[in-house]
């Protein structure tokens, strides 16, 4: 009989949350062992129901498990990189999900050949509809990162970038949910101020979302084309695009992605 791969968690906040949620909800979880630290110990308590072993340490994790998440902000880092560092060997594969952390930092906290992964979530994961980037280092394997990839995969979609696109690609698939629910609780707020009933125009917005992103993804159509669907000469949707160019809602956008960008390679410093 094959032996469970053994899968472990430093940090048990609301991403480590979701990936081992998503991960208890796949077929990939008959296949592994799952255990995890925080210092939190109700954030522990709340994995007991999907089967997770909880650790009194991060380097009890490390001495059980070879694949690694290190679920934590990059502001704890350093902290936790050096109460672990004597747990890591030549086979643990160390994945970060911390914006801004590259693979050498955590290579000279730990050891100089650590394999590490680096993946870039977000918490649609928790719903089993989330989008990954990952990016590998060096001396890590192809089979041992495409196992990690089949964690996210059974979760969402994941995406693999090279290393020096990690930063960049923040704001496209891990912050961009929070600028999409900005921009549907405005749409949201609309519509309650005209007088009609919140649920409504959330559940309506809500399944408008879900159905561009379809047509986005499987129309065969592009962006451009898929405006122009919806624009009719003279008409409302037309008036309203008007407003949204006006305001520059294009480069506000890019502004935005620009100012996560800085901030993930100030962290990385």
Not at 39 to 56: I, M, N, S, T, Y
Not at 87 to 107: F, P, Q, R, W
Not at 111 to 123: F, S
Request: aromatic fraction near 8%; include cysteine; glycine fraction near 8%.
């Amino acid at each position: 009989m094959k032996e469970k791969m053994s899968v472990g968690f430093i940090g048990a906040g609301n991403m480590g949350f979701a990936i081992m949620k998503g991960i208890a909800g796949c077929e990939l979880s008959e296949h592994m062992t799952v255990s995890a630290f925080d210092p939190d110990q109700p954030k522990l308590e709340r994995l007991a129901e999907f089967g997770v072993h909880a650790c009194a340490s991060g380097l009890e994790v490390l001495q059980n498990c070879q694949y690694v998440f290190l679920a934590i902000k990059p502001q704890m880092f350093e902290d936790v990189l050096m109460q672990i560092k004597d747990g890591v060997t030549e086979k643990t594969i160390l994945v970060s999900i911390a914006a801004g952390i590259t693979a050498d930092y955590i290579k000279s906290k730990t050891i100089p050949d650590a394999k590490v992964i680096l993946v870039m979530p977000n918490t649609p994961l928790l719903l089993g509809a989330g989008a990954s980037a990952l990016a590998k280092a060096e001396p890590t394997t192809e089979e041992e990162f495409q196992t990690v990839c089949s964690i996210f995969n059974a979760c969402g979609i994941s995406a693999q970038l090279p290393e020096n696109k990690m930063k960049e690609i923040i704001a496209i698939n891990g912050s961009s949910p929070a600028f999409i629910y900005l921009f549907a609780k405005a749409f949201v707020d609309y519509a309650v101020k005209e007088g009609i009933a919140q649920e409504t125009a959330l559940s309506l917005f809500a399944q408008s979302l879900i159905g561009s992103a379809k047509m986005l993804t499987d129309s065969g159509y592009s962006i451009e084309e898929l405006i122009k669907m919806v624009s009719s000469p003279g008409g409302t949707t037309l008036a309203g695009l008007d407003e949204l160019y006006k305001g520059g809602l294009e480069k506000t956008v890019d502004q935005a992605c620009e100012a996560c960008t800085k901030r993930a390679y100030e962290l990385s410093k």
